[in-house]
């Protein structure tokens, strides 16, 4: 079958660094996405990795091994407005998109 | 900026009625997708659209059918909603193309009795 594992709940300071891990197996690798979801909102896309490496946006960076099926997002200077959950999607061979079931993250004062 | 909407924000229906979800997109977005977002669960996919009149079944289509009569509009529909679709429901739109990002709708939170 096909999985996609993150925690389910983190908790940073802010102006902190954090984490999130993501480790997926499936049928198949086109890319994987990241996304912020803010409670009682709309996911919005935050990151697209296809190939290995680390690419930084900002205050935001992420991972790709695509040997170890493993992803991480980087958050720096952490901020109260970056406590939401945050979703990691793998594109499979057939180019669906397969969810975790989000990180959520909260940061503390 | 791309928008999503959602017809209804909040839902509340009783065992066995119809229900009918809208979703509109301003983008010219080729695709259209229609989730179920449940705690502890990642996004599920129930049905989606790549042109318009075409539909292809997802993940877990069942009790479930949809319709895409025009480019901008997709509409979700419970034919006799049950109490295991309580859920809140996303659409996203997104260009065809296989890393093109999806823009979701704020969502609809159902609630069936």
């Known amino acids: 079958g096909q999985n996609i594992d993150q925690p389910t709940e983190m908790t940073a300071t802010e102006g902190a660094i954090v984490q999130i891990n993501c480790t997926y197996q499936?049928?198949?690798?086109?890319?994987l996405f990241w996304y912020q979801q803010h409670a009682g909102e709309a996911p919005t896309f935050l990151s697209y990795n296809v190939l290995d490496g680390l690419e930084e946006k900002g205050r935001f960076s992420s991972f790709l091994s695509r040997s170890k099926g493993y992803s991480y997002l980087l958050l720096k200077e952490l901020q109260m407005k970056d406590s939401a959950s945050y979703l990691c999607?793998?594109?499979?061979?057939?180019?669906?998109?397969?969810w975790g079931a989000g990180t959520k993250l909260i940061i503390k004062p | 900026d791309v928008k999503v909407t959602q017809s209804s924000r909040y839902l509340v229906k009783r065992t066995g009625e119809k229900v009918f979800l809208e979703c509109v997109q301003d983008m010219d977005h080729e695709n259209m997708f229609w989730y179920r977002q449940d705690p502890g669960l990642g996004l599920r996919l129930i049905y989606f659209?790549?042109?318009?009149?075409?539909?292809e079944k997802g993940d877990i289509p069942e009790g479930y059918s949809v319709s895409r009569e025009k480019k901008e509009r997709f509409s979700l529909i419970l034919e006799s909603a049950s109490t295991n679709q309580t859920s809140m429901y996303l659409c996203?739109?997104?260009?065809?193309?296989?890393?093109?990002?999806?823009?979701f709708g704020n969502g609809t939170r159902l609630t069936v009795t």
């Open positions: 999607a793998v594109l499979d061979s057939n180019y669906q998109l397969i």
């Open positions: 659209s790549y042109d318009v009149k075409m539909k």
């Open positions: 996203a739109s997104s260009f065809s193309g296989d890393n093109s990002p999806l823009h």
């Open positions: 499936t049928s198949g690798f086109n890319g």
